[in-house]
């Protein structure tokens, strides 16, 4: 079985920073892209930040500039450093891991619990 365990999540101010960590658990063979998304109220799930294993990223147009999405491979952990926080960025934040158990079977997607981040103005 694979988990994924979001932390960093909170309630900060306008303007300030979070940085989210999720970490992956469990029996496999290896991770390709890992992803942050969000999720606010009343709203669909949308794509906040990407990255490969080789480190190749993308971003939704609203946080270009603010976040940064990294990775630490021996660690199975992705980070997404969050700064110059808006309300409007308020939302639960998921983790995602494109996960392949085995070499013989292919990739899944793999899901965390959330994180709540609350920005306050």
């Known amino acids: 079985q694979v988990q994924l365990v979001e932390s960093g999540g909170g309630l900060v101010q306008a303007g300030g920073s979070l940085r989210l960590s999720c970490a992956a658990s469990g029996r496999f063979f290896s991770i390709n892209a890992m992803g942050w998304y969000r999720q606010a109220p009343g709203k669909q799930r949308e794509l906040v930040a990407t990255i490969t294993s080789g480190g190749s990223t993308t971003y939704e147009d609203s946080v270009k500039g603010r976040f940064t999405i990294s990775r630490d491979n021996a660690k199975n952990t992705v980070y997404l450093q969050m700064n110059s926080l808006k309300p409007e960025d308020t939302a639960v934040y998921y983790c995602?891991?494109?996960?392949?158990?085995?070499?013989?079977?292919?990739?899944?997607?793999?899901w965390g619990q959330g994180t709540q981040v609350t920005v306050s103005s």
């Open positions: 995602k891991a494109d996960v392949r158990r085995r070499i013989t079977v292919p990739e899944y997607d793999y």
